[in-house]
């Protein structure tokens, strides 16, 4: 049994399910070129999706889950975190093969059945060594992408920090920071403006966790992290910040009050005299 999932003019993506209940997702490429240069993307990146047959400009893939379905409601900021420092691994990567994704976006992260995370879709992958780019074109999910992206402006490997951090926002409020359906010229203005705070929607957030999150989708791109590192650091001291409030926790000992163990005491001797008493009778 075959579902068209998505169709567009560059691809289409089928979701297959055989005889036996086995699921697997197919994408057909309607050009040679996109499908050739999706094909090298993934042999050259170690966090890509691999696909588990290529045929005739069609890439299969194993039906995984993906981030989308685990944003139904707000994710503890634990596993929040856990899961933003695997895609701090995914943007690290990207950076060193000098490639930038812009598009990343929980459809587009899956995990593997060791809960790895992996990444898939690179129509609109870029490389920034290439002075015209080869591959890619000029677009998004516009939800989660930066503000220079709106513009067609260069863009750097922060664009995917910043929608890296707009995901970051939806696991910890169940919600993503803007509304991809309002007219764009009314979100680019939004996300111009300023980056938003995730405290307004959870107000169970840290003023650190806050802080990553605005850092991460500030407007201005030399206002994130220039240093993936400082980012991982923060991540980390988060997780450690809330296994040091469990350690730390004051223990609560509730003592017997010195009445309580002289009844305890008067009752235990009365105990023994009735038995006693019985005993006595009983020879008698």
Do not use: W
Not at 41 to 51: G, S, T
Not at 67 to 91: D, G, H, S, T, Y
């Amino acid at each position: 049994m075959k579902t068209i999932l998505k169709s567009s003019n560059s691809t289409t993506i089928t979701l297959n399910e055989d005889e036996y209940g086995t699921k697997t997702i197919s994408k057909l490429f309607h050009n040679t070129r996109s499908f050739e240069n999706e094909c090298q993307v993934i042999e050259l990146l170690n966090c890509a999706l691999k696909p588990s047959n290529k045929h005739k400009q069609t890439l299969t893939y194993p039906f995984l889950e993906s981030l989308q379905n685990r944003l139904q409601k707000p994710r503890p900021m634990k596993e929040a975190c856990k899961i933003m420092l695997q895609v701090c691994i995914i943007l690290k990567e990207l950076q060193q093969k000098a490639l930038i994704h812009r598009d990343i976006k929980p459809s587009n992260l899956f995990f593997d059945k060791n809960n790895k995370l992996l990444i898939n879709d690179f129509e609109t992958i870029q490389n920034t060594q290439q002075t015209t780019p080869s591959f890619g074109r000029t677009c998004g999910t516009p939800t989660y992408m930066p503000p220079e992206q709106f513009k067609n402006d260069t863009i750097t490997h922060l664009a995917d920090q910043y929608a890296a951090g707009a995901i970051l926002f939806h696991l910890l409020c169940g919600a993503p920071p803007y509304n991809g359906q309002i007219p764009l010229t009314e979100l680019h203005k939004q996300k111009s403006e300023r980056a938003p705070n995730p405290g307004k929607l959870n107000l169970d957030l840290s003023a650190p966790c806050c802080a990553i999150v605005k850092r991460m989708m500030a407007p201005a791109p030399k206002e994130r992290y220039q240093n993936l590192e400082q980012l991982v650091t923060e991540l980390e001291a988060l997780l450690q910040e809330k296994r040091s409030l469990i350690l730390e926790a004051p223990s609560v000992k509730i003592s017997t009050p010195a009445k309580a163990k002289d009844h305890k005491v008067l009752y235990g001797a009365i105990a023994i005299l009735v038995i006693y008493i019985i005993y006595r009778l009983s020879i008698s």
